[in-house]
């Protein structure tokens, strides 16, 4: 893999569709042990899976795995923690007592 090429590997996987009370979340494994790194894209393949509420949905399906460029990882690894930061939420309000 060079500076600025990219690699695809097209790897099997379990897609695991919660939409329970406790837990709301999908996710991916990959039945190969393949590993996903910074930058890197994932691409599930198929029809869109939907979970009734109350339960849980898996599949196996197949998906790719669009390796990032080292310039990309590089560039994902000195910026990443400034994308976290985004996601955070800070209130400097004073406490209210009722």
């Not at 930058?39 to 849980?56: N, Q, R, S, T, W």
């Not at 197949?62 to 080292?70: D, F, G, M, Q, Y």
Request: with cysteine; proline share 4%.
């Amino acid at each position: 893999m060079g500076l600025l090429t990219r690699e695809y590997e097209r790897v099997p996987c379990t897609i695991e569709i919660s939409h329970k009370f406790e837990s709301l979340h999908a996710h991916v494994r990959f039945n190969d042990g393949s590993v996903v790194y910074p930058g890197d894209e994932v691409k599930v393949h198929g029809p869109e899976l939907m979970a009734p509420f109350g339960e849980i949905v898996s599949e196996d399906r197949e998906a790719t795995i669009i390796r990032a460029s080292k310039l990309e990882q590089l560039w994902t690894r000195m910026t990443g923690d400034f994308e976290v930061m985004e996601l955070c939420e800070f209130s400097f309000s004073e406490e209210v007592i009722l």
